[in-house]
């Protein structure tokens, strides 16, 4: 008898009910029903023009919605009616996949030089785990294109028999993968995602015979797909327009070969595992604590760059077919980061900052930072010391225009959940325009100034209105063995630090669908970089709590109104049913 009643009380507790729709949405069907009980395809149109913003859309469309969500709702049944009831309503604006938060499509201008896009890149592209003794392969080379990432690092050195090229990361235990396996891969899935270039970053620790054929590689790899400048340096960057399904290389032009020795670089197995990062929890550190230690020793790909082409002793036949396929040069001039930071006329250039370096330049040469990447590429990347492949801050980066903020794609955290929230804007195609602020400059000659204090440009108000899914993606069990979740969302803002707050909802008892039904506001100053951050938690009394998903939009992409927010694993993989209702208003 015992265990029928125990049996009996598991079912009751872990039933599902439907929350019913919120107060707004019965408000809003009632006044653009005109009171009655249906919605017809002319109203739901006014619904969309007034108050989703969707000014673009006909008749012809709202018609094909209200058609879609009848056929998706009541497959069955013929309906008379072309017209939708309250619920159909509701199920139409909790739809993820008919009603999201943003437009999936390219909506920035493409026409501007590369160096005015924000690029999605990624660091050491061919490690499949953490930086010191994962495995290197062409699979995360994979993943990261057919997420759209647009720059793909890899570390070239000569095989033991020196005949050869292998990609690994120098001086660890990471098992090598053959050069020319990246590149066809690379070939092979460039534009599953984007039709946008894919700029290869290497890493050259070549003998001037084996850059030789890294020359040979890559001409007959990629063949038409290669962009070769004309001139034997690009005076301006091309559009990604015009580079549509094309593969750009960048790194140092070819020196004499320097053997990498001990002496030069130290050992990274020697670094000492105590820098390793501690994480606030496993889904990784705020990222507003993600600051970089300032560490002296730790030398910037920058500093350890063989000089620039000019005072070259090396000049070979051998030399020059490799050189003739850099488009974009890497390295830096002799003398400290105000050299480095010069601005040449007639030559584009790429400079690499650690992490670190960048925030200990920002703190005395901010506005020249934000000069030199207006026509200039700066890539940031993570310090030596995240030897677990985690990530840093990436918003220091964009406000001084760095272009190419290079994140461990196999890692995952807070972190790279903004990075992805960055590149969800403008279809998803990797490469996000620049706003105007960091492109401009006054009469004055002046640029921005990223330690400049703004006033209030913009003010965000989110409604949190309810959640749903949960039950569809996971076990019964998997928040609380014996009884529903209690669920809470934290919502807030990552961008420029004025604009950085997170706040949190009730956490709401026993039920896997939440209805929280409260706003928040948040004044913006830079609205333009600001990401809108969004994490449901399940409440755990006597444990962590436990995550139960997350997003991160731009708020620049955002769409007024009410909207489905989709949600995410920890990796960053969209759940298939677990999502958020939504309303978003600009004031």
């Given at each position: 008898m015992g265990n029928y009643r125990v049996c009996v009380c598991f079912s009751r507790k872990f039933k599902v009910t439907e929350a019913e729709p919120p107060t707004d949405v019965k408000e809003a069907f009632k006044k653009y029903g005109d009171g009655g009980n249906q919605m017809s395809a002319e109203q739901l149109l006014k619904f969309l023009i007034e108050v989703q913003g969707e000014t673009q859309l006909t008749v012809a469309d709202a018609d094909a919605v209200v058609r879609q969500i009848l056929q998706k709702r009541h497959p069955i049944t013929k309906l008379a009616r072309q017209a939708l009831a309250l619920d159909d309503f509701h199920h139409y604006l909790f739809s993820a996949d008919l009603n999201p938060p943003i437009n999936f499509?390219?909506?920035?201008?493409?026409?501007?030089?590369?160096?005015?896009?924000?690029?999605?890149?990624?660091?050491?592209?061919?490690?499949?785990?953490?930086?010191?003794?994962?495995?290197?392969?062409?699979?995360?080379?994979?993943?990261?294109l057919k997420k759209g990432v647009r720059v793909i690092e890899l570390d070239i050195w000569p095989n033991s028999d020196k005949d050869d090229v292998h990609v690994?990361?120098?001086?660890?235990?990471?098992?090598?993968?053959?050069?020319?396996?990246?590149?066809?891969?690379?070939?092979?899935?460039?534009?599953?995602?984007?039709?946008?270039?894919?700029?290869?970053?290497?890493?050259?620790?070549l003998t001037p015979d084996l850059q030789a054929k890294v020359a040979q590689m890559l001409t007959e790899t990629f063949g038409e797909m290669l962009f070769v400048p004309e001139s034997d340096s690009l005076k301006e960057c091309p559009s990604p327009e015009e580079l549509k399904h094309r593969i750009i290389i960048s790194t140092k032009p070819p020196k004499e070969y320097l053997e990498a020795s001990a002496s030069v670089c130290k050992d990274r197995r020697n670094s000492s595992q105590r820098s390793k990062d501690s994480e606030d929890d496993v889904?990784?550190?705020?990222?507003?604590?993600?600051?970089?230690?300032?560490?002296?020793?730790?030398?910037?790909?920058?500093?350890?760059?063989?000089?620039?082409?000019?005072?070259?002793?090396?000049?070979?036949?051998?030399?020059?077919?490799?050189?003739?396929?850099?488009?974009i040069h890497a390295g830096k001039p002799k003398g400290g980061l105000k050299e480095a930071l010069k601005i040449d006329p007639d030559k584009v250039r790429r400079l690499s900052l650690s992490e670190q370096a960048l925030e200990k330049a920002a703190e005395s040469h901010g506005t020249e930072i934000v000069r030199f990447t207006q026509r200039n590429i700066l890539r940031v990347y993570p310090k030596g010391t995240r030897f677990n492949s985690s990530n840093y801050k990436p918003l220091i980066g964009w406000m001084h225009g760095a272009q190419m903020v290079a994140f461990n794609m196999q890692g995952y955290g807070r972190a790279l959940w903004l990075m992805h929230g960055m590149f969800r804007a403008n279809g998803g195609c990797g490469y996000v325009k620049k706003p105007d602020f960091l492109l401009s400059v006054g009469p004055n000659n002046e640029v921005f100034d990223p330690k400049a204090k703004l006033p209030v440009k913009k003010t965000l108000k989110v409604k949190v209105y309810m959640g749903d899914g949960w039950h569809l993606d996971f076990k019964q069990t998997h928040f609380d063995l014996y009884s529903p979740p209690d669920f809470y969302t934290r919502v807030g803002i990552a961008g420029v630090p004025a604009d950085e707050i997170m706040k949190k909802t009730k956490t709401k008892e026993d039920i896997w669908t939440p209805v929280w039904d409260e706003e928040f506001t948040f004044p913006l100053t830079v609205p333009e970089l600001a990401l809108l951050r969004i994490e449901v938690h399940e409440y755990d009394m006597s444990e962590k709590d436990d995550f139960a998903g997350q997003t991160c939009i731009p708020v620049s992409e955002l769409k007024p109104g009410i909207h489905a927010v989709p949600l995410c694993s920890r990796k960053g993989e969209k759940y298939s049913s677990a999502r958020l209702l939504m309303r978003f208003e600009f004031v």
């Open positions: 499509k390219v909506n920035h201008d493409m026409n501007a030089p590369l160096s005015h896009y924000f690029i999605f890149t990624g660091h050491n592209s061919y490690l499949t785990g953490n930086q010191l003794t994962s495995d290197c392969s062409d699979v995360p080379i994979i993943k990261a690994l990361h120098g001086r660890t235990v990471t098992t090598p993968v053959e050069l020319i396996r990246c590149l066809k891969s690379i070939k092979e899935h460039a534009f599953s995602a984007s039709p946008y270039p894919v700029v290869i970053t290497l890493e050259d620790h889904w990784g550190s705020e990222p507003s604590s993600l600051t970089a230690d300032q560490e002296e020793n730790e030398k910037s790909d920058s500093d350890k760059s063989y000089e620039d082409d000019d005072d070259a002793t090396h000049r070979g036949h051998v030399a020059s077919a490799y050189k003739r396929l850099i488009a």
